[in-house]
């Protein structure tokens, strides 16, 4: 018995399959799919038929002339050799030509039903139903071992915790999942409780993907009277579920991400509301503060109370009004009086009797004397001068004091007289 490495056994597997002429030089034809491109410009493909698949690779600057626009689901005409990739141990086509063979059977599939779906109307607008804003319960139609699973749950717990989700497994590929898919979508409809129900599976290749472009699941989605979300492969993958469905998601993360709101949004949302709410509140408690105190001012100036102090307000002002009138009035007749004394003054005797004259009377009847003829010898008189008044007898002797009054009437008075009229003034 002879023990060999594994290399060894890789290398000897190449070595023979790269001697075989007929493996060196060969067309194969096939159907394309798992089609991608490197940024390097390799491409990276499967060839297929009902029964096998073989793994191609087609290098850039390898009949890059020849190579018409590849896309997943066309059937190609692929020149090539055969040959191991020793990292892996890995049989693979290394192509240097490739030919457009027409559209493979499954995309050929694809395009005939989604044409008689489409005809009958399963894909119009007016048939897509709104999502419910909230829902409370969620269906979701998926097969317990896919990655995908977890994903949308983790995805609906972040967003929208108190949500329910109700499971209807089914297998997502292989024979027998377009049934299954299609028998949990009615399950789901007859239960009754979901809100919502998301379709989903992963990326995967055309075949993988097949389950999705059975007619027995259009016909269950379109059936279906609870909104149908999808979110089956990748971003680039569309299936004819996804044209019946009422919201086609690229992923199964953002189909659960357009199933339920996002509650920390509400959050935020919640938070805004209530600083505008504040704002507001504050702003009418402000107006409803200033017509109060408007109000206030508006009857406090109504009150009696205010009445009676304006009105004793003005009647002070009336009296200090009056007050002052009657000041003036009183000044203006004062100096009124004052100027009227200064002219009576004026016309006074006793100014006349300042400057010297004096004002000769009888005693006995106090009859003014104006002339010598009205006095005898012996008579009483009294003489009126400026300060005062004295007594006089009337003598015509020549040792008598002699005095002329103003018209020149001769008297004397004696000392004793004169004496007693100073002291009466």
């Not at 030089?25 to 990276?44: C, F, I, K, M, P």
């Not at 569309?238 to 992923?251: L, N």
Request: a negative charge; aromatic letters at 4%.
């Amino acid at each position: 018995m002879r023990i060999v490495a594994v290399s060894e056994l890789i290398s000897y597997l190449k070595a023979l399959m790269e001697e075989d002429y007929a493996l060196q030089d060969v067309w194969v034809r096939g159907e394309l799919t798992n089609y991608t491109q490197s940024s390097a410009g390799h491409r990276y493909f499967s060839l297929k038929d009902e029964r096998s698949a073989l793994r191609c690779v087609l290098f850039n600057g390898r009949g890059r002339a020849a190579v018409p626009p590849l896309r997943n689901g066309m059937a190609v005409l692929a020149h090539g050799r055969m040959s191991l990739y020793e990292a892996r141990g890995d049989c693979q086509f290394y192509v240097d030509a490739i030919e457009d063979a027409g559209l493979g059977e499954l995309h050929l599939r694809f395009e005939a039903l989604k044409a008689r779906l489409e005809a009958e109307g399963l894909f119009d607008v007016e048939r897509k139903r709104p999502l419910p804003r909230c829902p409370e319960v969620v269906g979701l139609v998926t097969s317990t071992s896919a990655a995908a699973l977890r994903d949308i749950v983790r995805t609906l717990r972040l967003r929208c915790p108190l949500v329910r989700i109700i499971l209807a497994p089914a297998l997502v590929q292989g024979e027998g999942a377009a049934e299954q898919v299609a028998a949990a979508l009615d399950a789901l409809n007859a239960h009754g409780e979901c809100d919502v129900i998301l379709v989903a599976r992963g990326g995967g290749s055309l075949e993988e993907l097949w389950a999705f472009n059975e007619e027995v699941v259009a016909r269950a989605v379109a059936r279906s009277r609870i909104p149908v979300v999808t979110g089956v492969g990748h971003e680039t993958d569309f299936t004819i579920a996804d044209f019946v469905a009422d919201v086609r998601a690229s992923t199964p993360t953002a189909a659960a991400t357009v199933v339920v709101p996002d509650t920390t949004e509400w959050h935020a949302d919640l938070a805004l509301a209530g600083e505008r709410l504040s704002a507001a509140m504050g702003d009418y408690l402000l107006g409803q503060r200033d017509t109060l105190a408007a109000s206030g001012q508006r009857l406090d100036r109504a009150s009696p109370h205010q009445q009676v102090a304006r009105a004793r307000q003005r009647t002070t002002q009336l009296v200090e009004a009056l007050d002052l009138r009657l000041r003036h009035q009183l000044a203006l007749r004062h100096e009124q009086l004052q100027g009227r004394a200064l002219r009576l003054h004026a016309l006074s005797p006793l100014a006349t009797l300042g400057r010297g004259y004096a004002l000769v009377r009888r005693q006995a009847n106090g009859a003014i004397v104006s002339s010598v003829s009205q006095v005898a010898p012996g008579d009483a008189l009294a003489i009126q001068v400026a300060d005062g008044t004295f007594a006089a007898i009337a003598d015509t002797s020549a040792d008598a004091a002699t005095a002329h009054t103003p018209t020149g009437t001769p008297v004397r008075a004696s000392a004793a007289e004169h004496r007693e009229t100073r002291e009466s003034e």
